[in-house]
């Protein structure tokens, strides 16, 4: 399974449009070579280099469907729910490092699921992260 983004290289940076200070909107993602047994997909996009070494959560997102090639530029696709970030809304959160930072890496991690999930919208990636743990098949992962 392959996740990239035309609008970044892997270990590439990040447009501004993304981020916290430009549009706040989440960047295309596309997928390849889904596992056919997978019955669905889940992101997590994160940050590890976040203060005091707690990674910190911009994006949840399961229950997407499995043939998606693409998830397009500020945009959920249809059918999938959304998490709680860790700036306290639902939804994408765009890159945001305090100002004098080195640079933070930005993880795009995308799972292959052996089922639907039953989390509903805004939960948190706590019980994402165990669901995933019960029914991972495949993942992949492209770093901004």
């Known amino acids: 399974m392959v996740i990239t983004s035309p609008s970044f ?5 990040i447009p501004k449009k993304f981020s916290c200070s430009g549009g706040d909107i989440n960047p295309e993602l596309q997928i390849q070579n889904v596992p056919p047994e997978a019955k669905s997909l889940a ?8 203060t ?4 910190f959560t911009h994006w949840l997102l399961w229950n997407i469907d499995p043939q998606t090639a693409v ?3 500020e945009s959920v696709p249809s059918g999938a729910v959304e998490g709680m970030n860790d700036f306290g809304r639902i ?7 305090p100002r004098g930072n080195k640079p933070h890496h930005y993880h795009f991690k995308l799972y292959a699921l052996r089922v639907m999930l039953s989390l509903k919208l805004g939960a948190d990636k706590k019980s994402l992260e165990s669901e995933i743990n019960k029914y991972l098949v495949n993942e992949a992962m492209v770093v901004g």
Do not use: H, S, T, W
């Open 9 to 13: 290289k892997d270990g590439e940076f």
């Open 43 to 50: 992101l997590i996009m994160d940050d590890p280099d976040a």
């Open 52 to 55: 005091r070494g707690v990674m």
């Open 71 to 73: 998830i397009k530029e």
């Open 91 to 97: 939804g994408y959160g765009g890159p945001c490092p």
